[in-house]
C-alpha cells in the first residue's frame, strides 16, 4: 500500500451559481521515500493537491489515504494534532515569525510534543547544524538572507522528524545559487533521511532534482512519468 | 491542549511601539476614569451611610430639606421645642436637643496660604455630642465659647488636601480671614462629620453676622414620643415654617437625592469604558489583521485555533493590565482622599481595594473583550486563505 493514496480526489468551490473545480477526480499515489515534482499553470490545482496532502485543507470528494488512515474523516483538532505529528510543510515566503529567532522558530513545532527540554534542545542543534545554520541560531528572520530564512524554515519542517515534507515552490523567490543550495538540502532529506517529499515548482531545473514529476492541469493529472533526474546526472558526472 | 510560548505574546507587544503605547495610555485612561467614577459613588455612599439613628429628629427649613446649608430656623426654636414636645431625651437635666448651623467656609492653613478650600463649619453646643454619641473627642477638648476656638474632625486634612501637622491642637488656622486656634479633634467613624469643622454655636453666627441657625437635632425617648408628635408641633407652628423628619429618613432621602448623581457616575464609566472598549477591538483588529499569514502558518504547524486566539489574548491582556496596573498607581497617588464638596458638606473620593478591584476588572475585560472578537475574527479564515494573504 503508498504512503499517499489519492482516489477521485476532489476539491470543489461553490461561487454563486456555477462551481470551481481546481482538483477534478484526481488519482494518485505516492510511495514512502518518494520524491515528487507538481509542476503545471499557474491555477492548475498544484497548491490545492498540497494543501490536501498536508491536511490543512479538506476534500469535497474522493478518499485521501495517508499512512492507512483517512484524513479527510479528522476533526479540525484532530487533523491540527496529526500535522504536527506527519508533515513538514516548507512555504514560498519561509513564514518564520518575526518575533522569534531562527532557534526559537525550529523549537516551535516541537513544543507541540511531550519532550525533555534536553532532548528539545538536542533536536533543535541537530536540525539547524544539518541545514548549515547554526551559526545564526539567535538571529531574528530580518537579519537572515531570504535563502538562510528558507534554510531555518527546512530546518523547522524537519525537526519534528515527519514522514511527510511538502514544499510549495520554495525557491520561487531565491535567486539560482541558492535555489541549488537549498534544492541539494532537499535532495538530501530525501536520501539520506528517507522523507517522501512533495514539491510544487514551475522550474524545470528544480524538478529535476525530484524521482520523477507530475503535470497538473485545469485539475488533472495529465502524462505522468519518470523525467531526467538533474540530481542523478550530477551524481553521475 | 499545547499553547504558544507566553513569550511569543510578550515579544508581539513590542512589533509597534505606537500600538503598545496606544494600548497601555488608553487602557490607563480608561482605568483612570472607571475608578474615579468608582471612587466618587463609594466615597459618597460611605460618607451618607451614616448610621443616623431612628431617635434623632432633625428640623429644617421648610423647602430646604436637601441643603441644610440653605436652612434657617428661628433662634428661638430650640427652646420653644424643648417647651412643647414631651418625651424628648435627658439626662441630669439636660434635654438632647441640638442646635446647629452649618457653614460653608473657605479655609486657610499655614501650609496652603494661597490656595483657598471650603470646609464645611458646624456651629454647635455641647448638646451636639449628646445627640451625634458616634462623635469622640480623640484630642484635647470641646471649644470654648467667646475664644475663637474650634475643634477638627479627622478627615479635614484630607478633604482639605493639607498635612496634619497644620491642624495639630494648639495651631491656628484662618476661616473666612479670621483666625481661630484648634482646641481639639474628634472622630466619627464613617459619617461626614468628620470632614468638618466645629466651632461654638455663638461664634459661627457672630462671625456669619445671622441670627438664625440651620437647623435643630433632638434625641427622642421612642417610649414616650415618636417623630409624629414633632410633626404635629410643625403643624401647629406654620409661623417656623419647620419641617422635622428622622435623621434616618433626612440621610435616606439625602441618599436618595444623590441616587442620580451616582447612576450618571457610573454611566459616564460605563460610556468611557465602551467608548475604550472600540478603541481597543479597532487596534486589535489592525494588529491581528497584519498577521493573518502567520497565524495560518501557525495553524499549519499543528498550534490549534483556541491555542493562538489564547496568545493573541494573553497578549492584549498584557498590554491592559499594566495600564491598568499604572492606572491604580495614579489613582491611589492622586485620587484617594481628593475632596468632593456637596451641599451635605465634603466626602473624600475612596479608592480603596474593592475600587482598586473594580478598575483592574475594567482593564482585564478591556483586554479580553478587545481581543476576543478580533482574534476569532481573524481566525476565520481556512488555513490556505489565510496563508494566500498579505
Ligand atoms: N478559496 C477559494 N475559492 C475559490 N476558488 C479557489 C479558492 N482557492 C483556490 N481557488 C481556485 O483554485 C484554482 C487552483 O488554485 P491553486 O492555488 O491550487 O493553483 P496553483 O496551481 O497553485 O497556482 P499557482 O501556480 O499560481 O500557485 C484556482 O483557479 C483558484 O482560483
Ligand atoms: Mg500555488
Redesign the interface.
Known amino acids: 500500500m503508498a504512503l499517499i493514496e489519492c482516489r477521485s480526489l476532489t476539491k470543489a468551490y461553490k461561487r454563486g451559481s456555477g462551481t470551481i473545480t481546481p482538483l477534478h477526480e484526481l488519482d494518485l499515489d505516492v510511495e514512502s521515500g518518494d520524491f515528487l515534482a507538481l509542476m503545471g499553470p499557474s491555477g492548475s490545482g498544484k497548491?490545492?493537491l498540497l494543501?490536501l496532502i498536508?491536511g490543512?485543507?479538506r476534500p469535497t470528494g474522493g478518499e485521501l489515504c495517508i499512512d492507512g488512515a483517512d484524513i479527510a474523516t479528522l476533526s479540525?483538532?484532530r487533523l491540527?494534532?496529526?500535522?504536527?505529528?506527519n508533515?513538514g510543510?516548507i512555504?514560498q515566503?519561509y513564514?518564520l515569525?518575526?518575533?522569534?529567532t531562527a532557534y526559537?522558530n525550529v523549537e516551535?513545532?516541537l513544543?507541540?510534543h511531550r519532550m525533555p527540554g534536553r532532548e528539545r534542545h538536542e533536536r533543535v542543534r541537530t536540525a539547524l547544524r544539518l541545514v548549515g545554520i547554526a551559526d545564526r541560531h539567535d538571529h531574528y528572520p530580518r537579519q537572515l538572507s531570504g535563502g538562510q530564512e528558507q534554510r531555518v524554515a527546512i530546518a523547522?519542517a524537519i525537526v519534528t522528524d515527519p514522514r511527510i515534507i511538502v514544499a510549495d515552490e520554495p525557491t520561487g523567490d531565491l535567486d539560482a545559487e541558492s535555489a541549488t543550495a537549498i534544492m541539494q538540502l532537499l535532495t538530501r532529506l530525501n536520501r539520506e533521511l528517507n522523507k517522501t517529499l512533495i514539491m510544487v515548482t514551475h522550474d524545470a531545473k528544480c524538478a529535476g532534482y525530484a524521482r520523477r514529476a507530475l503535470h497538473l492541469e485545469k485539475g488533472r493529472l495529465v502524462e505522468p512519468g519518470r523525467i531526467g533526474s538533474e540530481a542523478e546526472q550530477e551524481a553521475a558526472a | 491542549m499545547r499553547l504558544l510560548p507566553f513569550d511569543y505574546a510578550v515579544r508581539n507587544l513590542g512589533r509597534s511601539a505606537a500600538r503598545l503605547l496606544l494600548s497601555v495610555l488608553g487602557s490607563a485612561l480608561v482605568v483612570v476614569l472607571v475608578i474615579a467614577a468608582a471612587a466618587f459613588v463609594r466615597g459618597m455612599s460611605g460618607s451618607l451611610n451614616i448610621s443616623g439613628s431612628a431617635n434623632n429628629i432633625i428640623l429644617l427649613g421648610a423647602g430646604s430639606e436637601e441643603s441644610v446649608e440653605r436652612s434657617e430656623v428661628e433662634a428661638s426654636t430650640p427652646g420653644l421645642l424643648e417647651a412643647s414636645v414631651s418625651g424628648v431625651r435627658a439626662r441630669a437635666g439636660v434635654s438632647y436637643v441640638s442646635p446647629q448651623v452649618h457653614v460653608m467656609l473657605p479655609v486657610q492653613t499655614s501650609s496652603q496660604q494661597t490656595k483657598e478650600r471650603q470646609a464645611l463649619i458646624r456651629g454647635v453646643t455641647p448638646e451636639a455630642l449628646l445627640v451625634h454619641d458616634m462623635v469622640r473627642i480623640t484630642e484635647g477638648r470641646l471649644p470654648r465659647p467667646g475664644s475663637d476656638e474650634i475643634m477638627l474632625g479627622r478627615m479635614v486634612g484630607t478633604s482639605l488636601g493639607v498635612p496634619e501637622s497644620d491642624l495639630a491642637v494648639g495651631g491656628t488656622i484662618v476661616i473666612d480671614g479670621r483666625p481661630w486656634k484648634v482646641c481639639g479633634r474628634f472622630a466619627a467613624p464613617g459619617t461626614v462629620m468628620e470632614g468638618e469643622v466645629w466651632a461654638p454655636l455663638l461664634d459661627v453666627m457672630a462671625a456669619t453676622k445671622r441670627a438664625t441657625i440651620s437647623c435643630v437635632v433632638l434625641t427622642i425617648d421612642p417610649a414616650l414620643t415618636d417623630v409624629g408628635e414633632i410633626e404635629v408641633f410643625t403643624k401647629m407652628r406654620p409661623d417656623l415654617e419647620l419641617v422635622a423628619m428622622t435623621e434616618l429618613a433626612y440621610y435616606g432621602r439625602l441618599a436618595g437625592f444623590f441616587g442620580p448623581i451616582k447612576v450618571v457616575a457610573w454611566v459616564t464609566a460605563a460610556l468611557i469604558a465602551l467608548g475604550g472598549l472600540f478603541g481597543g477591538l479597532n487596534t486589535m483588529y489592525a494588529a491581528f489583521a497584519s498577521r493573518v499569514r502567520e497565524l495560518g502558518a501557525l495553524q499549519s504547524l499543528g498550534f490549534r485555533r483556541a491555542a493562538i486566539v489564547v496568545s493573541l489574548v494573553q497578549e492584549s491582556l498584557l498590554a491592559t493590565t499594566v495600564g491598568g496596573l499604572l492606572a491604580c498607581a495614579v489613582a491611589v497617588l492622586f485620587l484617594d482622599g481628593l475632596a468632593v464638596r456637596f451641599s451635605m458638606g465634603a466626602f473624600g473620593l475612596v479608592v480603596d481595594a474593592p475600587v482598586v478591584g473594580v478598575g483592574l476588572c475594567a482593564g482585564l475585560g478591556l483586554g479580553l473583550f478587545g481581543a476576543l472578537p478580533p482574534a476569532v475574527r481573524c481566525l476565520r479564515l481556512s488555513i490556505p486563505e489565510a496563508l494566500k494573504s498579505f
Open positions: 497548491t490545492t494543501n498536508a490543512i485543507d479540525r483538532s491540527a494534532d496529526w500535522r504536527s505529528e508533515i510543510y512555504f515566503l513564514n515569525v518575526p518575533v522569534l526559537e516551535l513545532p513544543l507541540l523547522r
